[in-house]
T-cell receptor
Framework: GESVGLHLPTLSVQEGDNSIINCAYS??????FIWYKQESGKGPQFIID?????DKRQGQRVTVLLNKTVKHLSLQIAATQPGDSAVYFC?????????FGTGTSLTVIP | DVKVTQSSRYLVKRTGEKVFLECVQD?????MFWYRQDPGLGLRLIYF???????EKGDIPEGYSVSREKKERFSLILESASTNQTSMYLC???????????FGDGTRLSIL
């Protein structure tokens, strides 16, 4: 099977600092990637996506970077807020199936 | 906004019981999925469906079956529940298999 998402399992940041969450993927044929946020007691929520013909995409306070050479994806959250505390995981599309990483638990310290 | 609703948030069942997990989506999506989520393992695909009455096995279908009699509803069935099926179960739907999936809030199932 696919190997996705060699995340660090936990990350703590001070409120107001920037957060960077990383994900490694194994299949160089993957052409679409998504970051999801999962808050406690809730289902995963779409944050941002990027296709393999791009190396950067920005949203509101979030940026996704894709480095196809080393098969690495990152999510940057600017000015991290307490409401950003959650588990974040990446998903990789190979063929017509998504494969999901195990996630990084982000804790924001007030 | 897409709404994916799972009928139960928490469920406790006994070994050997037949268990039904229900999922309904309101966006007329063709594709529906069932995953289980376990610590350290990420989401693992159990079954999916691209159309009514159609089903395909995912990566871990053993011990499970599914039913899709109507487009909006996708049911996961544990034929004879076992303790190793204790997990968080997530239902998702999408417009197309290559589009982002929208998830329900999950059913935390405990098999005693």
């Amino acid at each position: 099977g696919e190997s996705v998402g060699l995340h660090l399992p936990t990350l703590s940041v001070q409120e107001g600092d920037n957060s960077i969450i990383n994900c490694a993927y194994s299949n160089s044929a993957s052409d679409y990637f998504i970051w999801y946020k999962q808050e406690s007691g809730k289902g995963p929520q779409f944050i941002i996506d990027i296709r393999s013909n791009m190396d950067k995409r920005q949203g509101q306070r979030v940026t996704v970077l894709l480095n196809k050479t080393v098969k690495h994806l990152s999510l940057q959250i600017a000015a991290t807020q307490p409401g950003d505390s959650a588990v974040y995981f990446c998903a990789e599309l190979t063929g017509n199936q998504f494969y999901f990483g195990t996630g990084t638990s982000l804790t924001v310290i007030p | 906004d897409v709404k994916v609703t799972q009928s139960s948030r928490y469920l406790v069942k006994r070994t050997g019981e037949k268990v039904f997990l229900e999922c309904v989506q309101d966006m007329d999506h063709e594709n529906m999925f069932w995953y289980r989520q376990d610590p350290g393992l990420g989401l693992r695909l159990i079954y999916f469906s691209y159309d009514v009455k159609m089903k395909e096995k995912g990566d871990i279908p053993e011990g499970y079956s599914v039913s899709r009699e109507k487009k909006e509803r996708f049911s996961l069935i544990l034929e004879s529940a076992s303790t190793n099926q204790t997990s968080m179960y997530l239902c998702a739907s999408s417009f197309d298999s290559t589009w982002p999936q929208h998830f329900g809030d999950g059913t935390r199932l405990s098999i005693l």
